[in-house]
Nanobody, 126 residues
Framework: QVQLVESGGGLVQPGGSLRLSCAAS????????IGWFRQAPGKEREGVSC????????YYADSVKGRFTISRDNAKNLVYLQMNSLKPEDTAVYYC???????????????????WGQGTQVTVTS
C-alpha cells in the first residue's frame, strides 16, 4: 500500500533550522513528483515547494524562497525539505504529497497530488 510518512518536525527558535523528511513505502519515488504543503491554524493549506521527477524542476512559494530547499534521494526513497532562517509564521503542520510523473504547471494545486502523508508539526517560537 502506498504510504508517505513525514518526520523531522519539532520546536525551534526563530532563525533556526529544521530538515523535514518524507519517506515513501509501497512504491518508488523515482517516477513521481513531490510537493510539500503546510497548514497553519486558522489558515488554508498552501503549497510550500515541489520537486519534479529527476529533480528537473524545483518550485517554491514566495514566502519561503531563499530559505527553504527541496531535494530528493531516490536511492533511499526519501524527499527532504531543508528549512533555514525559520520564522514564527512558518509554524504549521507540514505535509508531503506525490503525483506520478512530471509537473509542468500548477504545482501548488493540491488536487493534482494523489497521495498524502499524515503531516509533521513545525513550531517556531522564542
Amino acid at each position: 500500500q502506498v504510504q508517505l510518512v513525514e518526520s523531522g518536525g519539532g520546536l525551534v527558535q526563530p532563525g533556526g533550522s529544521l530538515r523535514l523528511s518524507c519517506a515513501a513505502s509501497g512504491f518508488n519515488l523515482n517516477t513521481y513528483s513531490i510537493g510539500w504543503f503546510r497548514q497553519a491554524p486558522g489558515k488554508e493549506r498552501e503549497g510550500v515547494s515541489c520537486i519534479t521527477t529527476s529533480a528537473g524542476s524545483r518550485y517554491y512559494a514566495d514566502s519561503v524562497k531563499g530559505r527553504f530547499t527541496i531535494s530528493r534521494d531516490n536511492a533511499k526513497n526519501l524527499v527532504y525539505l531543508q528549512m533555514n532562517s525559520l520564522k514564527p509564521e512558518d509554524t504549521a503542520v507540514y505535509y508531503c504529497a506525490v503525483r506520478s510523473g512530471f509537473v509542468y504547471s500548477g504545482w501548488s494545486n493540491e488536487k493534482i497530488y494523489t497521495d498524502w502523508g499524515q503531516g509533521t508539526q513545525v513550531t517556531v517560537t522564542s
